[in-house]
């Protein structure tokens, strides 16, 4: 069994038989949790997001979420309640613009999910530099690094992740129903913020169960953490709510030739459900076979050697060992935390799937630290005090090249790119003009309108929720009643229209019978 570190204070200065205030008591029990490596852990990488973020609303499902938050609209699949709720009270802070706000929201997350991993850590016994040196690769990785600066779902869930394998630890400790009922709490609201929740459950059941199962399994038990579990699953009530009241940014449904908008009746069980199980989606899951798998595995198994800098890939393996040799039950309920998450992102056909796996690393970066650990120890042992400083030396200097290699590849912070793109479209485009686009025209488009007001006379409809059938359709019956400008012509339609560069956009203009 690991060894809490925590320390335990039982001397007061209070004379003898004076209870001590309440209020004295939590400062104290706060003093000893919220230490300083608990606050270093958590303000350097916020240090260096702050450095590094994005200054406004950023590209594609950022400009998505970032409006959807602001204006308490609806999102595609899976609706992301937890995410849209938070975001929309980050969304009233009084710095920078609501998009640059969203971007500080997940900066914060990944700090959090830092210094949790941090509080994992210590709890399991590792000391403070293989601690430093293990977080720190994670929080300087690549993609981790990079979506701690933009508004996205995934710091938020590596946050949360972090949290209920804290609390599961500590309930592993102590098999309590106090200790229990929180952490199934914070896992079913982990759900409203990210679907991908529920690849932690098998090892979330199997250290309940191999742990305490009679505790557990008891009828009070089980009704206690069963209401937890749908306390926490009411956030998802907040879709309907957003539906009821008819926003007016809505990513479920899709537009029709004419024009008009059909949205998912997210009132009904079955709507509500089609977002949430995220069906749209279904055709991309488990999609790879044979080689294929083999393929994205070895894509997989790049990024992660990628992300910890090569060195940390070896004593990472070595903290998986150690983690099962030591204590069997808890090691497991992380390998299938780890093995849930990779295989089912391996597994899965989209183009940013990259940007997924950042549960699968933060499992990494705890078998690292205890790898650490275990190498320090070895190296105390077999070398002395003036090899062990080296060795801790080269732990942070190993963190400290991953900075500086990674920052130029990740830096957001002189990126207006979006921006600038969204508002060039609305300037150049003639008042009442429809405007037709992928995720990298009209999400920031919709953001100005309705976030910032900009030209509310625009239409602007993303290709993503209509079919190309009813497009072409939609496109012949509006040119001949207004201006339209679409990202990318349908090829289909060049031999009647003709496509004139406007901008970052193209005005489609009827080709005069003479001209054909």
């Known amino acids: 069994m690991f060894v809490d570190s ?26 000893g949790q919220l230490d300083i490596a608990t606050a270093i852990a958590f303000g ?8 590094t973020l994005a200054p406004t609303i950023y590209n594609l499902d950022s400009a998505e979420l970032t409006t959807a938050a602001a204006t308490g609209g609806v999102v595609r699949a899976t609706g992301y309640p937890l995410y849209l709720v938070l975001g929309r009270l980050w969304s ?16 914060f997350s990944g700090a959090l999910t830092i210094a949790l991993a941090e509080r994992i850590l210590r709890r399991s016994g590792v000391g403070p530099w293989a601690r430093a040196g293990a977080l720190g690769l994670v929080a300087t990785a690549p993609y981790f690094w990079a979506l701690s600066l933009i508004a996205e779902v995934y710091t938020l869930h590596t946050a949360l992740m972090a949290a209920v394998i804290l609390l599961l630890l500590r309930w592993r400790e102590q098999p309590t129903l ?101 069906r749209a989606f279904a055709g ?32 990472g393996l070595l903290g998986l060992g150690c983690w099962l040799r030591r204590d069997w039950r808890a090691g497991s309920f992380l390998l299938l935390a780890f093995v849930a998450n990779a295989a089912f992102y391996i597994n ?26 275990v190498l320090l120890e070895w190296v105390q042992q077999a070398a002395g005090r003036p090899v062990i400083w080296l060795a801790r030396g080269a732990l942070l200097g190993v963190v400290l090249l991953a900075l500086a290699t990674n920052w130029p590849l990740v830096d957001r912070s002189e990126d207006w790119s979006t921006r600038q793109r969204g508002e060039a479209i609305l ?28 030209r509310p006379d625009v239409t602007a409809i993303n290709r993503f929720l209509i079919s190309g059938e009813d497009l072409e359709q939609l496109i ?25 560069r406007t901008g970052p956009v193209y005005q489609l203009l009827r080709v005069e019978s003479n001209e054909q």
């Open 44 to 51: 350097a990488p916020f240090f260096i997001y702050l450095l």
């Open 178 to 278: 106090a200790r229990l009922a929180p952490a199934a709490l914070l896992m079913a609201l982990s759900l409203g913020n990210h679907l991908a929740t529920v690849l932690l459950v098998p090892g979330c059941l199997w250290l309940v169960l191999a742990t305490a199962p009679r505790q557990a399994l008891r009828p009070r038990p089980l009704l206690v953490t069963m209401a937890a579990v749908l306390l926490g699953l009411s956030i998802y009530l907040t879709i309907p709510l957003r539906y009821a009241a008819r926003p007016a940014f809505n990513y479920a449904g899709w537009f029709q030739a004419d024009g008009a908008f059909v949205p998912v009746n997210l009132a009904s069980p079955f709507g509500l459900w089609w977002l949430v199980s995220g």
């Open 6 to 31: 925590r320390k335990i204070r039982e001397q007061s200065s209070r004379p003898l038989g004076q209870p001590a205030h309440p209020a004295v008591l939590w400062l104290a029990r706060l003093s």
């Open 427 to 454: 300037q150049v485009v003639e008042p009442n003009a429809l405007v037709l686009g992928w995720w990298d025209t009209v999400p920031v488009v919709e953001y100005l309108q309705l976030v910032e007001g900009q």
């Open 92 to 107: 009233w802070l009084p710095v920078g613009d609501v998009g640059y706000r969203l971007n500080l929201f997940s900066a």
């Open 476 to 500: 012949r019956r509006e040119v001949e009643n207004r201006p339209v400008y679409i990202n990318t012509p349908p090829a289909s339609l060049l031999h009647a229209y003709k496509a004139v």
């Open 284 to 315: 991309q899951m488990f999609a790879y076979q044979g080689a294929d798998i083999w393929r994205e595995t070895l894509h997989f198994g790049e990024q992660l050697w990628i992300a910890f800098f090569a060195l940390g890939i070896g004593p």
């Open 348 to 373: 899965y056909r989209v183009v940013d799937k990259a940007t997924m796996f950042l549960p699968a690393y933060l499992v990494w970066a705890l078998w690292l630290g205890l790898g650490y650990q």
